[in-house]
């Protein structure tokens, strides 16, 4: 999956937001006032506390899954000042992928609801924002209230009532919820998909399904177990894999996973926690499907484009080495930077995420891969930054 800088203007608007965050954590924790985009020392000692034991029980020992974490107005706080940001920064990661605005969205397991934020700096009318825990909801109905939004709110429990509002939306999307559901079961690929699937019956008409989960190996393969049910009931992917309609051959493989990652710029706010913590967070990482509802019609790529999901390596016989993953599945494709030519140059430049076209290549011996030679032809078709 590819690599790409978050897009400036969602940095610009994330920046935006940072001051109402802010002023709405201080409201609900102690009504005192203070700097306007960044923490006092003792507010970021407690918020950074918050952070840590977040950060280890949701991505670390996961102790805190399915736990109602967000009930606790420290770790809510955390939540709201540090993993928000994060949250909304993937969120516009990802919409930029859709090919129209979403111009009504629902937002499930919204916690305090950084995607539907995101959702409106991307040109939303309305959010539904949706979640178990009423702190979290009463935070994002104080945000967009704040940024003068329309909102509506609702108590949903993914587990308990899954039914959803009665309307029907152009986007439906959970961000990093599913992983949090049944995470103990053996079949929880199985129970989220059937979670999933009502969705579909509840989009307005080109409308889609956005699924954004953390790039942990196990919450990433998960989500692609889910991704491959979804293609296997005839649901068109439309980002990012172009292999749309076949399953995911990473999944095949034990222990391989495929994610996004992008370059951030920093707020203030999170490089300073980012600083305290000591965390050597240096891009942002997930996993992420987007899925059209209703056009069933099949997606047929070329078979020599293939989507860079590796970063480079350099073999032992000193070939530059990217897998690639095209309609056909994953390949590893490699160069000799001494057969480099100027029609296949551009290979040695390559980036994960980069889809590129490749012609004239040599399959290698046993059909495990593709060699460039002074004949093939490398050209690259979209790079995201
Ligand atoms: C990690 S937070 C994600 C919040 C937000 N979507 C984001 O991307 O930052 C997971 C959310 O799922 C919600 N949730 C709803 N039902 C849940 C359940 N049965 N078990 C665990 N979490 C649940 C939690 O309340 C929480 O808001």
Avoid at 239 to 249: I, S
Wanted: net charge positive.
């Amino acid at each position: 999956m590819p690599i790409m800088n978050a897009p400036q203007n969602a940095s610009n608007d994330l920046s935006r937001w940072i001051p109402l965050l802010l002023q709405i954590w201080r409201k609900a924790r102690h009504n005192k006032s203070g700097p306007r985009e960044q923490l006092t020392a003792s507010e970021a000692s407690e918020v950074s506390q918050g952070v840590q034991y977040l950060s280890q029980g949701l991505t670390r020992d996961r102790a805190l899954i399915g736990e109602r974490y967000l009930s606790d107005t420290v770790l809510l706080g955390a939540y709201l000042l540090y993993f928000w940001p994060l949250s909304y920064l993937q969120a516009r990661e990802i919409f930029r992928h859709l090919p129209s605005t979403p111009r009504s969205v629902l937002d499930l397991g919204s916690g305090p609801g950084p995607l539907g934020a995101a959702a409106f700096d991307e040109g939303a009318k309305t959010v539904t924002f949706t979640d178990r825990s009423l702190p979290a909801l009463k935070l994002a109905m104080e945000l967009a209230k704040a940024a003068g939004k329309n909102a509506e709110f609702q108590n949903w429990d993914p587990i308990k009532h899954p039914l959803l509002p009665r309307a029907k939306y152009d986007c439906i999307a959970a961000e990093h919820l599913l992983n949090e559901l049944w995470d103990d079961f053996s079949n929880r690929v199985e129970k989220r998909t059937e979670l999933v699937l009502p969705w579909f019956e509840r989009l307005k008409s080109g409308g889609h399904v956005v699924l954004i989960e953390p790039a942990l190996t196990t919450t990433s393969r998960d989500l692609m177990g889910v991704r491959d049910h979804l293609v296997q009931q005839g649901y068109r992917l439309i980002y990012p894999c172009l292999c749309t309609q076949t399953p995911c051959p990473a999944l095949a493989k034990p222990e391989e996973t495929c994610h996004l990652e992008q370059t951030w710029n920093l707020p203030p706010l999170i490089r300073d926690l980012v600083r305290r913590l000591d965390f050597k967070k240096k891009t942002l990482k997930m996993t992420a499907f987007v899925f059209s509802g209703t056009d069933s019609t099949p997606l047929t790529l070329p078979a020599e484009l293939f989507r860079i999901v590796s970063d480079p390596l350099l073999s032992k016989n000193k070939r530059i080495r990217l897998i690639g993953c095209s309609q056909s599945g994953r390949l590893s494709l490699a160069l000799k930077p001494e057969l480099a030519t100027p029609e296949n140059r551009i290979f040695l430049t390559l980036k994960r995420g980069d889809v590129v076209r490749i012609l004239h290549a040599s399959p290698r011996e046993g059909g495990s891969g593709l060699d460039l030679l002074p004949g093939s032809v490398v050209e690259l078709i979209s790079r995201i930054d």
